[in-house]
């Protein structure tokens, strides 16, 4: 009987997109059964590689745009302007325009960050007469509440000085006012949906700043001083747009880029699994699955919060699957995935190397890591209807027969 297998994995960040994930992944399971019916579906999140995916996914068109990068250079962007019936939708990739790929090592500050280039792509899509926009927030480089797309939209946001405050969440701390009036008129007619995490918050001690401030290069005393500057941005929204966003689910996607979006333009912020097209057919695929294989580039403690694979595992547990994971890095707290659905995982890196090397060897790791799950997949296999294995079973029952006579 042909072994149906589905590949759904997340790309791996700053180093293989999804579809390079799942084609390696394929070949190492291939290597182990060659005729195996193996299906690879590509899953986004919002974040690296969404625009280019969808774009693909429905026939539609990326259209390239020059925006203002995270740290305030010029960088090569792009929109998706997806295919297919409806009404004539954008995907606008904030990684694409402020994401930490785009921030040097060494200029990795989210205090000084900004998401100017966001709003450029969302005028972009504007220009194209888009009906949607989809903004998909992940793998952001900054922490500025979407200030600096607001401003690029036309808002302003200044100091008690009444001047424009420094761009980046650091900035924050000195805004006075916010003004809306010169927003873009087209936005009034534009439906905007952001498509986040909602376990994502704006403030509080799960607040963003908090939980992925370190992850972009904040230090201790950083993190905390954007702590204070999401909290008073949080109130000066309120203030102004009269909407308390501060534990909104999904208000601190990308930097708090939802909060801004949501507050200001009236966005609305919805589940990314909800929002992007796919998942309504992953379940179809899952069905028909014996077998499902995903993966990520660090299986970690935040994975059951929101993570594509622990998205995949929980849509296939509702249908009896055996759910395998590969990752770049096992983190801390890898074991909380199997509450909600991994059944096994492996770390593709088997042996010492530099984290650049084992990006650079990415799609060799994942095919051998690929091959060796399954090869001990098919030994589970095999033993489980070994006969030695039914007779140590039934031996033990025999032992308590007997016993049981005896007495």
Sequence with gaps: MTLRVLVAPSGFKECLPVEAVGA??????????????????????????????????????????????????????HIAVLGGAGPLTAVVEMAAAAGLALVPDDARD??????????EL?????????????VGCGDSGTCDGGAGALTALGARVLGADGRPVPAGGNGLLRAATLELGGLDVRLAGTEILVACNPYNLLTGERGVARVFGPQKGATDAQVEELASAMEHWAALLEHRCGTDIRLTPGGGASGGLGAGLAAA????????????PGYPELDTQLAAA????????????QTPHGKIPAEVARRAKLQGKQVIALAGV?????????????????CIVCGPMSRREAMDDATALLTDAAEQALRMVMVGTRLSGHPRAGRRGAGRSGVRHQAAKRT
């Design 330 to 346: 096992i983190g801390r707290g890898a074991a909380q995935t199997r509450p909600v659905g991994i059944d096994a995982y492996a």
């Design 265 to 276: 333009l009236g966005a609305r912020l919805v589940p990314r699994f909800d929002a992007l």
């Design 122 to 134: 969302i005028r972009a899509a504007l220009d194209q007469r888009c009906e949607r926009i989809v």
């Design 24 to 77: 390696a992944i394929s070949d190492g399971i291939r290597r182990v059964l060659p005729d195996a019916c193996v299906t690879a579906v590509s899953l986004v999140d919002g974040g690296e590689g969404t625009a280019r995916t969808l774009a693909a996914a429905s026939g539609g068109r990326l259209v390239p745009v020059t925006v203002t990068g995270p740290t305030g250079d010029a960088v090569s962007s």
């Design 290 to 301: 014996d077998l499902v294989v995903t993966a990520e580039g660090a299986l970690d403690h």
């Design 110 to 119: 989210p205090g000084r960050t900004t998401t100017h280039g966001v709003g």
